[in-house]
Structures are given as C-alpha cells and as structure tokens.
C-alpha cells in the first residue's frame, strides 16, 4: 500500500538553451518587421536602403528623422505611463469603492434616525398645539360663562 505513495524518481533533463541568432538572422528579422513597429524602428528607412545601407556605423546613418521619432517615442512612452497609472487607479479601485458605500451607508443611517426624530418631534409639537388650543378654547368658553 505505501508503494503506491512513493515516487520513482525519474531524472528530468532539461533541453539546453538554444544558441543565440546570428548577424544574418537578426537583420532578416528587422528587415521583416513592418515599417510602424516601434521596437524595431530607430529612423524611418526608404524602400530604397538596402539592409547594409541601414545596418551602416553610426557616424553614416542619416539623423534628421530622429527628431521626429524621438517625439513620437516620447508620445508613446507617455501614453505607456499614463496606462499604468489607470491600471493601477482600477487595481485599487474596489477597495475605494468599498470604503465609499460603507460610508455612505453609514450616512444614510445617520440621515434615518435624523429624520425619524424629526418626525417625533413635530408629532409632539403637533399634540402640545392641539392641547394647548383646546386649554385656551375652555378658558375662554369658561371666561364667557362667568
């Protein structure tokens, strides 16, 4: 019966890492990538630069688009920022909300007894008139009597 809670161990092999890509590789690879992929962009290239052309040193590449990518980057990193920080508004949301409608609650009880001891009071003030009417009501008949 233990035999059956025992485990055989069984050597688990792990594969290895795959080798890195090469030059080639990773150039077919930006070259594949659509012209409005961001990772991938560093400037706008024509459909007339060849992969060498763009994969050129630094000190060839042509930056006067740069400008206008490094704006649209800001662009993109500030709408990424913004995202998380409403992510982050909906993560806490329930929390806050939960602290709200249990104030609220809170309130509206408040608002309850207020108003029932509003009515209690105008129902005695209600009484206190009609008796007191009713005293000046017989003091007077009384008053006309004698």
Known sequence: ?????????????????????????????????????????????????????????????????DVDMEAEQERVYDQVVELLQLHQRLITAPESLESELKKLKALGHDVSEAVTDLREMSQSFVHGTEETVEFIKTDHLEKTKS
């Open 1 to 65: 019966m233990l035999s059956f809670f025992k485990s055989e161990s069984k050597a688990i092999t792990i594969p290895d890492r795959p080798p890195p890509p090469s030059y080639e590789q990773i150039k077919e690879d930006v070259e594949a990538t659509p012209d409005n992929d961001i990772m991938f962009r560093s400037r706008l290239r024509t459909e007339s630069e060849s992969s060498d052309e763009y994969f050129d040193a630094l000190s060839e590449i042509d930056t006067s688009g």
